[in-house]
């Protein structure tokens, strides 16, 4: 029996590649989009969800179970970027990215949790960052956002294990996709104390997402996770220095740590 998927996030970038993935292999995907417009680049359905609009979560879960009487997988990929200086970023807009991010990610989780349990099995996997992992300057809230969805996978994993479901986390390094056109990028001030490392940081940034890996391997990773019995709650899917870096924040003394991830933004 195929596995029924649902997919946040699936018009563009890590999302859609996903999806266009697991279709080759035969699962049934759904993805979903804020303003799904259908043409035929998509092979799979796209569905309308705003993880920020309980009703539509509520209405796009009900749809995939109606038509499937079952929901195997979800992907919780919907997400936005933001950068800025913690002290030249309006609060507002990082309430704005811990509510999609965050608060998104769980509001789909817990409207897929009844059917799983209902039929005693299930995978959900959360989509973080390598940056969830570190602090990284400008980025800040980014990275608090994507760490927060760590750890909330790690209780919830021990709390529906019972149910035999399974929370899974997969953190993407530097990919190409358009993340960089979809954050929110604090102004660069011109009377602003850090502007000229904010604004270096920016280029910096940028290019990394330029010079970032296929997102075929997220959508290779997502599918051997599905098929796996008993999977991990961790997986992070980067460059070898990406992934190291992680290594070295567990072994390495707090400031020296520090002073390498410095060197590396050139502060």
Known sequence: MPKVVLITGASSGIGKAIATFLVQKGCKVYGTSRNPKHTAEF??????LDVLKIDTIVS???FVIKKEGRLDVLVNNAGMG?????????????RAVFNTNFFGAIDVMKEVLPQMRKQNS?????VTSIAGYMGLPYR?????????LEIITEATSMEVKS??????????????TNIAEGRYHTPVFENSAYK??????????????????????????????IQTKK???????????????????????????EKLLMQHYKL
């Open 43 to 48: 092979s799979f359905e796209l569905i309308a």
């Open 60 to 62: 796009a879960v009900a």
């Open 82 to 94: 933001i950068t800025g200086p913690i002290e030249d970023t309006p609060t507002d807009e990082m």
């Open 122 to 126: 299930g995978t959900i996997i959360n």
């Open 140 to 148: 800040g809230v980014y990275s608090a956002t994507k760490g927060a």
């Open 163 to 176: 149910f035999n479901i399974n929370l899974v986390n997969i953190a993407p390094g530097d990919f190409t």
């Open 196 to 225: 000229n490392n904010y604004q270096a940081n920016l280029d910096l940034m940028n290019s990394h997402v330029d010079d970032g890996m296929d997102p075929l391997e997220m959508a290779k990773a997502v599918f051997k996770i």
């Open 231 to 257: 999977p991990k709650i961790h997986y992070k899917v980067g460059g070898f220095m990406e992934k190291f870096s992680i290594v070295l924040k567990r072994i390495l003394p707090d400031r020296l740590y």
